[in-house]
């Protein structure tokens, strides 16, 4: 349970800093949104998921080899072993049972009667567990209980239910709260109205309960607090650029603003103005963002999950000297045993930053093509070529036949990458180029899946953007294009 806890912990904090790094900033609200969600899931299902590259009892070979450059030498996974002498266990059992039944009987009474600290642990954690429960449950509760009380009123569609306290405008689920005396004396204007109703329409409570939910759970655990900042920030993020979007008029509504946040709603699940966020949101009102930049982040993203999922989703046995990384099941078999040992690629000067060197079962670096194949009819399931342990190319099939998908691998800059990948028709969807040297220039590409190209950008060594960076539609259209030098951007061309 405590490596659960503390993997699941730093995953969560992992995946909060890239997104305060790369996303915060960024004017890409609703993928923020559904980010910070995605994060909290996999954050939490991630370590309770362990795979094995090599064995391949479910997920595509592809995928496993683009992974495994994102992970040093010592972390490399571990896969399963022939099994031990199965009399060793058996004597081991034997001698544990034996030194059990020569306790004396009343040490038995007396340990069953101890409170253990782990005992006491597990009971404070209920205790918080049901107060925090408790106080949610109550604030619902208390909340729809009382809105048969509450005078009502309909915007565009939302029901508005008008309080008679003092309070910020607030938003839960697709009900809107105000104060009675505001609205009546016309201080809630309809710029207000339209920043909750964003909040109603996008059902922002739904996010904003989830994380309340995993803060009773994980009450300890300080992270879902940070998390729970995050999603109403950009909650807030959202509603504002949809009223700004409308009216125009920013300094306005930033003096609205600073008109409400005095008051508060007093719910933790509710969408309303708040102080701390306001210098955020402010910055953000006025803040000009590229799109092409947006993305440009957002495809940093991807090494970091596959280095994440790498690390915390696979098996790792540290005791074994030479490990074998191939093995068959009831669905698939290997053409072709292949071992890893870190020990004997030390020895040949082998060892490099990133791939993990296979040697076959003499020792010596696999230079050739392993195939899994599936069992019921024989037919190939991934084909993948080596070069002195290091793998080149892998290649994966649908049962018919049909191709899955196709990596190459090379280096990229220091690091160990899939340089190209090929779609199920075989298209190149994806291209990296490492720069050879301090003078010339590295480059990635992108395809539609029509062929067409999407993405380009070149960029000098150290991934400092240089020249064109330039985003095409599926006809070959310009949307989007910038120049950059030595990674500062110099000209907004389109």
């Not at 790369?22 to 998921?49: D, H, S």
């Not at 006491?120 to 208390?142: S, V």
């Not at 505001?182 to 109603?200: K, M, N, Q, R, V």
């Not at 049909?402 to 280096?411: A, H, I, R």
């Amino acid at each position: 349970m405590i490596a659960y806890l503390v993997e699941s912990t730093l995953i969560l904090l992992l995946l909060l800093g890239a997104y305060k790094l790369l996303l915060e900033g960024e004017k890409a609200y609703q993928f923020n949104r559904f980010f910070l969600i995605g994060a909290l899931i996999f954050g939490l299902t991630a370590p309770l998921v362990s795979v094995d590259i090599n064995i391949f009892n479910s997920v595509p070979r592809v995928e496993y080899e683009s992974f495994q450059p994102l992970v040093a030498e010592n972390e490399l996974p571990v896969m399963q072993t022939e099994s031990s002498d199965s009399s060793t266990d058996t004597d081991l059992t034997s001698t544990a049972n034996a030194e059990q039944s020569e306790k004396p009987v009343a040490a038995e009474i007396k340990n069953e009667n101890t409170i253990s600290l782990s005992d006491i642990l597990m009971g404070l954690y209920f205790l918080g567990l049901g107060f925090w429960g408790l106080r949610l449950g109550i604030g619902l509760r208390t909340l729809f209980s009382s809105l048969s009380d509450y005078e009502t009123t309909v915007y565009k569609g939302t029901k508005i239910f008008l309080t008679d306290h003092s309070i910020s405008p607030f938003t839960v689920f697709s009900r809107i709260f105000i104060s009675k005396e505001d609205f009546e004396t016309g201080e809630i204007s309809e710029t207000i109205l339209e920043y909750e109703l964003t909040h109603a329409r996008q059902l922002h409570t739904l996010d904003v309960l989830f994380i309340e939910v995993l803060k009773i759970v994980f009450w300890f655990n300080p992270v879902f607090y940070f998390y729970k900042s995050a999603i109403q920030l950009n909650h807030e993020f959202i509603a504002d650029d949809n009223v700004i979007s409308n009216s125009k008029d920013v300094g306005g509504y930033q003096k609205l603003i600073l008109k409400m946040v005095s008051r508060s709603s007093g719910l933790s699940f509710s969408s309303s103005f708040n102080y701390p966020s306001t210098k955020k949101r402010f910055k953000m009102m006025i803040k000009n963002t590229s799109p092409l930049r947006s993305f440009s982040k957002r495809m940093l993203l991807l090494p970091i999950l596959m280095a994440t999922t790498l690390m915390f989703c696979t098996n790792k046995n540290e005791n074994d000297y030479s490990r074998k990384i191939t093995d068959n099941n009831d669905a698939l078999y290997s053409t072709v045993d292949l071992y890893f040992d870190n020990d004997r690629a030390e020895e040949l000067g082998l060892l490099k930053d990133g791939p993990m060197i296979k040697f076959d079962k003499s020792g010596t670096p696999f230079t050739g093509t392993q195939q899994y194949r599936y069992v019921v009819n024989d037919s190939l399931f991934s084909e993948t070529i080596y070069v002195d342990g290091i793998t080149t190319s892998t290649t994966a099939y649908h049962k018919d036949g049909s191709l899955m998908g196709k990596y190459e691998f090379g280096y990229v800059e220091d690091k160990f990458w899939a340089t190209k990948h090929y779609n199920e028709d075989g298209l190149l969807i994806e291209e990296w180029q490492t720069p050879e040297s301090e003078d010339s220039l590295g480059y990635i590409k992108q395809w539609h899946q029509n062929g067409q190209l999407k993405f380009e950008m070149t960029y000098k060594k150290g991934m400092k953007y240089h020249g064109l960076m330039t985003l095409y539609d599926e006809e070959g259209e310009i949307i989007e294009q910038e120049r950059y030098e030595d990674g500062k951007l110099v000209e907004k061309i389109k």
